[in-house]
């Protein structure tokens, strides 16, 4: 079996947006970047998956849409774990554009299992995965909180509302996966570290797509107003406030 | 000429959200001079359907077919995308929902349609189509053009207030041509719990952090979450020392909710959870550190000892009702 995991290369969640250019770009001035949380989580997964030889898991490849910049966060992959790395050379437009290069790839390279997280800390679309699911023609299971292989079958635990339930789907299919595939993401080790540097990265040139969102610009949130405090004595005060000026309880 | 909106049922009924979203699909069809078409799929009796009415549905258009029982993806799909096409749809509107999200990012490329996902406003214009919409985890927002013909949008939760307005449609029971080679999944397992409020669905949220202690001393979060009618929640670090299951987790990487009252109990407030709760209508902060950045989010703080604030919250709320 083998598994494509889609990486996307963001800034770190504790990054505070800034923009430049009239705000029409982010500025990445002193940027950490780092694997989307989500996409970290489900090459964790994969890689628990793997260690197991019974899951006959051949090979894990990481694959993402970004220019050069997007390199040391595919390297930190291959750290981590996964065999080979993939870059489509092109700035990502949008997550229509960023799927169909990945489709474009998957179509002759097949993958039986692909995972997806279920946004990335940017642009917050939730799309990519079942995006490339449709160009593809083959079945998408999201909100998956756990996956396991189970003879030569993969099983997806999905979050319904107000519970589970589980999603055998032919393969191969798209996993767009969320907190739960994974406890914690897995750390490269020294030796991972001096690996990553032999394992492949690929450099593949993008198709033309036409992107069909365009992002104008950007604005910040409006200020909220002064918090109003409340004295730890007078909780009755605050209760007040709630049921007669906010008027949500 | 239509704004197609599918609305997703629960058991046979609507929820509020069913009715945002109709709403929110009228005003836009306004906007567009052109009529607004609900979709319901699934086992839906006539007069639940005619609520979609009260809130300006033009027609509504049934589909309640055996294979549709579960939620495949691409059938969906296929579903929603044939009755766009047969009602000539600019617009699909769908909710920002683990259902809403699964099918519409499909349903984009089906139709070769851009997608704006997670709008809470109506579009500033319709010539260009420019939605606004959260980015960087709702640090800040973007103003985006759809440029393709045709546009679908999801809708964020408890983001649109909607607007009673009487009408009569038609409905229609649609056949939908579904091929066997759509079914590629099979579900089973179901797992759902009754009875308890969902944390996505509701309008108060009582949520505990690192300063409650320890996961058995959950309860004073739990009385005041059953008096208020709300869904209890955590911080992250709650859900990894497990002491809360990892589904209550809110905030960047956790669910993402936005109640009309949002209670933080000793949390103190990282960027990462903000961005899971900054869209809540109201949020009360209880902390004992005065700096805590939870307090520059919050609309009502009380600087002290959840451990004692608590007890207090929940004896005047009882005053109250």
Redesign the interface.
Known sequence: MKILICLSNV?D?????K?VNDNTA?DTTGVQWIIN??DELALTRALELKSDAASSIENITVITVGGQDAEPTMRKALAIGADDAVRIDAEPK???FV?AQIAEYIKSNPFDLIFSG?ES???????????L???L???????G?SVNIENGQIKIT?????????????LP?VA?VQ??IAKEPMIAAMRGIMMARKKPLNVVAPVEVE???????????QP??A??????EN??E??N???NE?K?? | MSVLVFTEN?DGKFKKMSFELVSYASKIAEMLNIQTVALSIGDVQENELKKLGNYAADKIISVNHDKLQ?????AY?SVIAEIAEKEGAKVVIIA???MG??????????L???????VSKLPSSVEPF?I?????????????????DIKILTLAQNSFEFEENDKSPAIENFEPALGDDLF???????????G?I?L??A??VVSGGRGMKSGDQWAPIEELAEL?GAATACSRPVSDEGWRP??E?TG???KIIAP??YIAAGISG???HL?GI?SS??I??INTDKDAPI???????????VA??LP??I???K??K
Not at chain 1, 121 to 129: C, E, Q
Not at chain 1, 211 to 221: D, G, H, K, S
Not at chain 2, 70 to 74: E, G, K, S, T, V
């Open positions: 800034p969640t504790t990054t505070k947006a923009f982010f949380p989500w949008d997550a229509y799927a279920i800390a940017d642009y917050n679309g939730s799309a990519a995965g079942g995006m699911a449709e160009f023609n083959i079945p998408s299971v999201s909100a909180s999905r979050d319904i509302d107000g519970g589970t339930e589980d999603v055998t789907p032919e299919v767009i907190k739960g992107a069909l969102t365009e992002i104008v610009n950007f604005e910040m949130p909220k107003p918090c109003k405090m409340i004295e730890p909780v009755k605050l209760v406030l709630l049921q906010a949500v309880i | 629960w579960n939620l495949d993806n691409q799909t920002q929902n683990n999200k699964a099918l519409a990012p499909r349903l984009s490329v089906k070769k349609a851009g997608l704006g996902a997670g420019t606004f919409k959260k980015v960087y985890s709702g640090k800040a927002y973007s103003n985006l053009v759809i440029k393709s590629k999944t099979s579900v089973s397992n179901v797992q759902k719990q009754t308890k969902l996505n669905d309008d108060v208020l990892h589904d987790h960047q990487t956790g009309n009252l990282a960027i990462q961005a900054s209508k109201c009360v902060a307090f520059e989010a919050a609309d009502y703080g009380i600087v002290g000892d004692k604030v207090d919250f004896q005047a709320v005053e109250i």
